[in-house]
T-cell receptor, first 119, second 113 residues
């Protein structure tokens, strides 16, 4: 088990559904990330929050909507997804974040992911 | 364009063998190189390398970075079936205002008993 907790572990949703993925960490990390990973591919960055503010949005379609209610929580709201959005969604956190004028490097710690299937 | 290339893409060895995985990179504003192991779910962090020539070691795993030749290797000695996984290399690069983690495609390692 990792120190980054993601729920649910599995999710099956129809294209008209609205659902949310949740991520929680209590390591005091100031940066949190959403990644999407397709089979046999490396993770693809979707969003980065630094100090609870959206820092990076990698041109992700608006049917994915991130939210960072506080420094420990990160949500990903899903609406009107397509079957090609089926993937493993990974949350990660790191100590580093945008502090002052530059990012502080530190390794990412990943959750176990949510396996999403869109039907 | 920034890129990270891992080799080989897949590798099958027998238990007890030693393996060397390679990661080469071409990026601007290099900050760090990270190795992860991914079995079925979360990538788990192995090493973060920022300085050339300093070996990092954890049990049977070790890694080193060469910033002149722009590559890193991950060594696993006395391999066990539990080492079977995809090993991912990622390079962190940044400007003052932004940060990117560029991922390699991974090396799939299979250890046969």
């Amino acid at each position: 088990d990792t120190e980054v907790t993601q729920t649910p572990k599995h999710l099956v949703m129809g294209m008209t559904n609205k659902k949310s993925l949740k991520c929680e960490q209590h390591m005091g990390h100031r940066a949190m990330y959403w990644y999407k990973q397709k089979a046999k591919k490396p993770p693809e960055l979707m969003f980065v929050y630094s100090y609870e503010k959206l820092s990076i949005n990698e041109s992700v379609p608006s049917r994915f909507s991130p939210e960072c209610p506080n420094s420990s929580l990160l949500n990903l709201h899903l609406h009107a997804l397509q079957p090609e959005d089926s993937a493993l969604y990974l949350c990660a956190s790191s100590q580093g974040g945008h502090s002052g004028r530059r990012w502080r490097d530190s390794p990412l710690h990943f959750g176990n992911g949510t396996r999403l299937t869109v039907t | 364009e920034d890129k990270v290339v891992q080799s080989p893409l897949s590798l099958v060895v027998h238990e007890g063998d030693t393996v060397t995985l390679n990661c080469s990179y071409e990026v601007t504003n290099f900050r760090s190189l990270l190795w992860y192991k991914q079995e079925k779910k979360a990538p788990t962090f192995l090493f973060m390398l920022t300085s050339s020539g300093i070996e990092k070691k954890s049990g049977r795993l070790s890694s080193i970075l060469d910033k002149k030749e722009l590559f890193s290797i991950l060594n696993i000695t006395a391999t066990q079936t539990g080492d079977s996984a995809v090993y991912l290399c990622a390079v962190g690069c940044s400007s003052d205002s932004n940060y990117q983690l560029i991922w390699g495609a991974g090396t799939k390692l299979i250890i046969k008993p």
